[in-house]
């Protein structure tokens, strides 16, 4: 099928993106909504047989093309927390509208049912894969190098956007962790990748906790210097309360790395508590600790829990998994 590519948000410029071994030619919007919508409405005058919206507040343009394309069937593929409350009255009456709404956990799955009112039977579960350009780098031997500044020592790390409406990730815990961690442990450091308006309230707390000189903080990574930090870390721990599933979390497993994550969302449903890594209760700092401690205290345990989830990665999660269960759905829709 001839396949074209609306964005919203980038620049007018072209632009290229490949994703597999497929390549995607495309302008953007400017976050233009009126020149997006019109470009949306002149591509169903085209006849477009299948629309797929990468986002559920982009179901309303959706349910617009339909009442020029009747025939056309539409797909609205939702994330985690941004359905987890009631949309708008016209966003969640356009999603109820979509032929199939597409969530990556049960708990997703589950909140769309509940809080927006959409029909269990226009649900799919598609869990994510790993980005094609991960799983290559998981190849490359030598394996890369981490940044020059990355710390020696025993390291945790997590990786997220740190913003301040996004606290529910629970970094300040793991932080708060540190100082009941150092004194058995003094070589221990905290990595912190990622970026954020909240990044200064975190760089506060560990001075509050006087962890400083164990914390660090890494931005503006590529992602060949975020899979090296992948690879030279001992742990991966993101507590989060609300992961609509946890892509993070593959990619720290697809390294052989055990993971502690918030028994929260879709979380249970990527990490094997006890199995691949750590479920802990969301603010609980020990119970937290305790996890962290039993994989410091026990490496051997951390081995067999990342070789474990490196198993399951590549079992059901890697991104050919994922075009295959796509593709199911795809076939569904344009042969009903």
Same mark, same amino acid.
């Given at each position: 099928?001839?396949?074209?590519?609306?964005?919203?948000?980038? %620049?007018?410029?072209?632009?290229?993106?490949?994703?597999?071994?497929?390549?995607?030619?495309?302008?953007?919007?400017?976050?233009?909504?009126?020149?997006?919508?019109?470009?949306?409405?002149?591509?169903?005058?085209?006849?477009?047989?299948?629309?797929?919206?990468?986002?559920?507040?982009?179901?309303?343009?959706?349910?617009?093309?339909?009442?020029?394309?009747?025939?056309?069937?539409?797909?609205?593929?939702?994330?985690?927390?941004?359905?987890?409350?009631?949309?708008?009255?016209?966003?969640?009456?356009?999603?109820?509208?979509?032929?199939?709404?597409?969530?990556?956990?049960?708990?997703?799955?589950?909140?769309?049912?509940?809080?927006?009112?959409?029909?269990?039977?226009?649900?799919?579960?598609?869990?994510?894969?790993?980005?094609?350009?991960?799983?290559?780098?998981?190849?490359?031997?030598?394996?890369?190098?981490?940044? %020059?500044?990355?710390?020696?020592?025993?390291?945790?790390?997590?990786?997220?956007?740190?913003?301040?409406?996004?606290?529910?990730?629970?970094?300040?815990?793991?932080?708060?962790?540190?100082?009941?961690?150092?004194?058995?442990?003094?070589?221990?450091?905290?990595?912190?990748?990622?970026?954020?308006?909240?990044?200064?309230?975190?760089?506060?707390?560990?001075?509050?906790?006087?962890?400083?000189?164990?914390?660090?903080?890494?931005?503006?990574?590529?992602?060949?210097?975020?899979?090296?930090?992948?690879?030279?870390?001992?742990?991966?721990?993101?507590?989060?309360?609300?992961?609509?599933?946890?892509?993070?979390?593959?990619?720290?497993?697809?390294?052989?790395?055990?993971?502690?994550?918030?028994?929260?969302?879709?979380?249970?449903?990527?990490?094997?508590?006890?199995?691949?890594?750590?479920?802990?209760?969301?603010?609980?700092?020990?119970?937290?600790?305790?996890?962290?401690?039993?994989?410091?205290?026990?490496?051997?345990?951390?081995?067999?829990?990342?070789?474990?989830?490196?198993?399951?990665?590549?079992?059901?999660?890697?991104?050919?998994?994922?075009?295959?269960?796509?593709?199911?759905?795809?076939?569904?829709?344009?042969?009903?």
């Amino acid at each position: 099928m001839e396949c074209r590519l609306l964005s919203l948000n980038d %620049s007018q410029e072209l632009h290229r993106m490949s994703v597999g071994n497929r390549e995607f030619v495309f302008t953007g919007c400017a976050r233009g909504k009126g020149r997006f919508t019109a470009t949306a409405m002149r591509a169903a005058r085209r006849r477009a047989k299948l629309v797929v919206a990468a986002h559920p507040n982009l179901s309303p343009v959706t349910a617009a093309m339909k009442l020029v394309a009747p025939r056309m069937k539409t797909i609205v593929c939702t994330h985690g927390i941004e359905v987890w409350e009631p949309l708008s009255r016209m966003r969640r009456s356009a999603l109820r509208k979509a032929n199939i709404v597409l969530a990556p956990s049960r708990s997703t799955a589950d909140h769309v049912c509940a809080e927006q009112g959409v029909v269990g039977s226009k649900l799919r579960v598609l869990p994510w894969g790993l980005d094609p350009q991960f799983e290559a780098l998981l190849n490359v031997r030598p394996i890369p190098e981490p940044p %020059s500044n990355f710390p020696a020592g025993r390291v945790i790390l997590t990786v997220g956007r740190w913003l301040e409406s996004e606290r529910y990730k629970g970094m300040d815990t793991l932080i708060t962790a540190m100082p009941r961690l150092l004194p058995r442990w003094p070589d221990l450091q905290l990595v912190i990748a990622g970026d954020g308006d909240d990044r200064p309230w975190l760089e506060h707390l560990t001075e509050k906790n006087g962890v400083r000189l164990h914390v660090h903080f890494f931005a503006g990574l590529s992602y060949a210097e975020l899979a090296a930090c992948y690879a030279a870390c001992e742990i991966f721990a993101l507590p989060s309360a609300a992961e609509g599933f946890g892509l993070v979390y593959l990619e720290a497993m697809a390294r052989g790395k055990p993971v502690i994550g918030g028994a929260h969302g879709g979380a249970p449903e990527v990490i094997q508590d006890g199995v691949t890594g750590y479920l802990v209760q969301h603010g609980d700092a020990i119970q937290l600790t305790t996890s962290i401690e039993t994989l410091l205290a026990h490496p051997e345990i951390g081995r067999e829990m990342g070789a474990r989830g490196a198993h399951r990665v590549e079992r059901e999660f890697r991104f050919n998994v994922f075009v295959k269960a796509f593709k199911r759905i795809l076939r569904e829709q344009c042969e009903s």
